[in-house]
């Protein structure tokens, strides 16, 4: 089970007040105060240009707010610089819409950097990325170039890169836009198994299909603003 290193409270992630804006007067996100709980599952939903995407960069620093501010793991992360910083995002596992994979590269190569950088055994990364693959129904691409697979099949292998490091957090944009009901059935099962070991998954979606009857909390935005929060259900 991952261990997480949160605040004592048990809040993975907070963010206060927290404003974006983009020139000339794009209001990206307004005043947005949110906790997430450490180990929770936590859906964000909205329309496209809601603000879901930044939200979680944000969260994960690759863009700073204009105002507010933002905790991780009770870490502020406006005083995080450097190697404090890079030690912070290992433990994060991020799968954007953009997918930025190496299409020159192998998928077993794309899905074993982030094992790399926190020193894994190659062994251990080998049978790590085999397993992944079998979940995803994509055993046969170990050795595929990256670059000639589908946009669905390489939306899979983003996915599977952002868990296999077994982070802390985990965020993910729009994690079946290209996919197939049975697909999504699959991915929907990665994320919810690295959820039950342990990890803090947030997803942003507008796919009704993952979220119609779950038992977590959904946040909806509209134009950069919180408009509802569905509370969480006890089964």
Do not use: C
């Not at 819409?97 to 899905?111: G, M, P, S, W």
Request: no cysteine; net charge positive.
């Amino acid at each position: 089970m991952t261990t997480n290193n949160a605040s004592v409270n048990g809040t993975m992630v907070e963010l206060i007040k927290v404003s974006k804006s983009y020139p000339p007067d794009v209001v990206a996100l307004d005043n947005i105060s949110l906790s997430i709980n450490t180990g929770e599952l936590f859906f964000m939903i909205g329309k496209s240009g809601a603000g879901k995407t930044t939200l979680l960069k944000m969260i994960s620093y690759m863009e700073p707010p204009n105002t507010g501010l933002i905790e991780v793991a009770g870490h502020d992360l406006r005083r995080l610089r450097g190697n404090k910083l890079a030690k912070l995002r290992q433990r994060i596992g991020v799968a954007y819409q953009d997918f930025k994979l190496l299409l020159d590269r192998t998928v077993a190569e794309n899905i074993a950097i982030s094992m790399e950088v926190s020193y894994k055994q190659p062994s251990q990364i080998q049978k790590r990325v085999k397993n992944l693959l079998e979940q995803l129904q994509l055993s046969d691409k170990y050795n595929t170039i990256t670059g000639e697979l589908s946009r669905g099949e390489q939306q899979r292998i983003t996915l599977a890169r952002a868990v296999a490091n077994s982070p802390t957090l985990l965020l993910v944009d729009e994690p079946t836009g290209n996919l197939d009901a049975e697909t999504t059935g699959r991915v929907m099962q990665l994320l919810t198994k690295a959820n039950n070991s342990g990890a803090t998954v947030v997803i942003a979606t507008h796919d009704e299909s993952i979220f119609r009857n779950s038992k977590h909390r959904i946040m909806e935005l509209d134009r950069g603003r919180m408009v509802s929060m569905k509370e969480a259900t006890v089964s």
